[in-house]
């Protein structure tokens, strides 16, 4: 057999080629952060948004409240066009914490009721041994099992 022929490598070219490689997929990098700082301005850009409307929600009921207090009736707003916050126009209907509604009912419980007027039911059986039978006779993963 015969040896292989060597070359030599340019390390020039070879450091060039993978250098381009590292390139092509530094690309990719870069969208990803660009991606992530338009999304971090973004979502700051939200965050004022909600607090400027939440204060802009606040002086409009602050608004109705003094008009209200100043003589206008809810009726006389809403007929002149303007559509009265619900905790202005409802005054108890603004709760907050545990208590506030959430818009969706709660699930009805059945109370459970206890007949204090019939007798205990005595369900072990007694042999005269003064025993109601084996442990494991009786329970069956920590629940009692009549037989």
């Known amino acids: 057999m015969s040896a292989p022929t060597v070359t ?6 070879v450091r ?21 700082n338009t999304r971090a301005e973004t979502t700051e850009n939200v965050r004022a948004a909600q607090q400027a409307d939440a204060d802009a929600a606040a002086a409009e009921e602050a608004a109705f409240r003094a008009a209200v207090a ?5 009726a006389e707003l ?8 619900d905790a202005v126009a409802r005054p ?4 907050t914490g545990r208590g506030a509604p959430t818009g969706r009912r709660g699930r009805r419980t059945v109370a459970a009721t206890v007949d204090t007027d019939s007798p205990a039911i005595e369900t072990a059986s007694d042999d005269g041994t003064g025993s109601t039978g084996s442990v494991d006779a009786r329970t069956a993963g920590g629940a009692e099992v009549h037989q």
């Open 70 to 74: 100043g003589g206008w009736s809810v």
């Open 16 to 36: 060039a080629a993978a250098q381009a490689a590292l390139e092509n997929r530094l690309v990719h990098i870069d969208t990803i952060v660009a991606a992530q």
């Open 92 to 95: 108890g209907a603004k709760r």
């Open 78 to 85: 809403r007929r002149a066009g303007l559509a009265v916050p």
């Open 8 to 13: 030599p490598v340019d390390p020039t070219a």
